[in-house]
């Protein structure tokens, strides 16, 4: 159902960018990057800090499993969700499709 709503989001106009933000509290090395790019069979941008920079990311917007919707128009977050960090349902992204599908269809 995800990837029907991943691509409605699409078709919108809409971008979805994914960031592996730590690994144990580490940064996360390329190998671990393209594993887990591998592992979920992800066809959405997928990136990581730059090597050497720490865990900027994490430390700046928080725990795993946040996802933000960004209007790119002024760049500013218009909504966060957090999702259980357990890996139990709703997570993140579930929650936000339908909010982002509204924005996107309210700004066409």
Do not use: C
Request: proline share 5%; aromatic share 4%; glycine share 10%.
């Amino acid at each position: 159902m995800v990837g029907t709503q991943l691509q409605q989001v699409f078709d919108e106009g809409g971008l979805i960018v994914e960031i592996l933000a730590g690994n144990a509290g580490a940064p996360p090395t390329m190998s671990q990057l393209n594993a887990w790019i591998t592992t979920y069979n992800l066809r959405i941008t997928t990136v990581r800090d730059r090597m050497g920079t720490g865990t900027p990311t994490l430390n700046t917007y928080g725990i795993r499993e946040s996802t933000f919707i960004v209007d790119l128009s002024t760049m500013q977050i218009v909504v966060k969700i957090n999702g259980s960090v357990a890996g139990i349902e709703p997570n993140s992204i579930r929650t936000a499709i339908p909010m982002l599908l509204d924005l996107l269809r309210r700004d066409h």
